[in-house]
């Protein structure tokens, strides 16, 4: 089952910063925390990955907070093209299996 | 990045007939591939582990009998409805993980199903 907590919904400016928190207070010391994103139907998408140090490559940026209880997707220049549905996994104790929670559903406004 | 693709991308049938999804993993080998459902609105919902050579692990509630899983090589996984129902119409997704030492997975574009 799904760990992971996030806000169903958000909406940011086109151009602006988007910034999507997840909660993950039960992760374990060694899993992953994982982000991908589903544009409407197709499938997932990965977009980062992080451990503990904060990642980032030319898709987004994963602030990880200390104690790993949750983290925080940045999109630093959001476009219309990020609308999708945001998902964070944790594969802790899943034998590595993704269980996808509800995720949010980020809509970038004009 | 590593690509999977699915066939067919959308599917009907009528009411009582089996389907097959082909999803593969054009780039890399996959000796574990996953399959997924998804309903309008909702969030995927893993429904079993394709393991190459041996049985799929299925997911509570998901009846074996009803979807096969078949994963005869390490590029290819099947997965069968059998007589396919209304109930059954969803968007099948499967995925493959990364052979890179971490469980990155990557995803096929979904295959559409309705049963008419």
């Known amino acids: 089952d799904a760990k992971t907590t996030q806000p169903p919904s958000m909406d940011c400016a086109e151009g602006r910063a988007a910034n999507l928190p997840c909660n993950h207070s039960?992760?374990?010391?060694?899993?992953?925390v994982y982000w991908y994103r589903q544009i409407h139907s197709q499938g997932p998408q990965y977009i980062i990955h992080g451990l503990k140090n904060n990642e980032t490559n030319e898709m987004a940026s994963l602030i990880i907070t200390e104690d790993r209880k949750s983290s925080t997707l940045i999109l630093p220049h959001a476009t219309l093209r990020d609308t999708a549905v945001y998902y964070c996994?944790?594969?802790?104790?899943?034998?590595?299996?993704?269980?996808f929670g509800t995720g949010t559903s980020l809509t970038v406004i004009p | 990045g590593a690509v999977v693709s699915q066939h067919p991308s959308w599917v009907i049938c009528k009411s009582g007939t089996s389907v097959k999804i082909e999803c593969r993993s054009l780039?890399?080998?996959?000796?574990?591939m996953f399959w997924y459902r998804q309903f309008p609105k909702q969030s995927l919902m893993l429904m079993a582990t394709?393991?190459?050579?041996?049985?799929?692990?299925?997911e509570q509630g998901v009846e074996k009998d009803k979807f096969l899983i078949n994963h005869a090589s390490l590029t290819l996984s099947t997965l069968t409805v059998t007589s396919a129902h209304p109930e059954d119409s969803s968007f099948y997704i499967c995925?493959?993980?990364?052979?890179?030492?971490?469980?990155?997975?990557?995803f096929g574009p979904g295959t559409r199903l309705l049963v008419l």
């Open positions: 039960t992760i374990s010391g060694n899993e992953y």
């Open positions: 995925s493959a993980p990364s052979t890179s030492g971490l469980w990155t997975q990557y």
């Open positions: 780039d890399f080998q996959a000796t574990t």
């Open positions: 394709s393991n190459e050579g041996s049985k799929a692990t299925y």
């Open positions: 996994i944790d594969t802790s104790n899943t034998g590595n299996q993704f269980y």
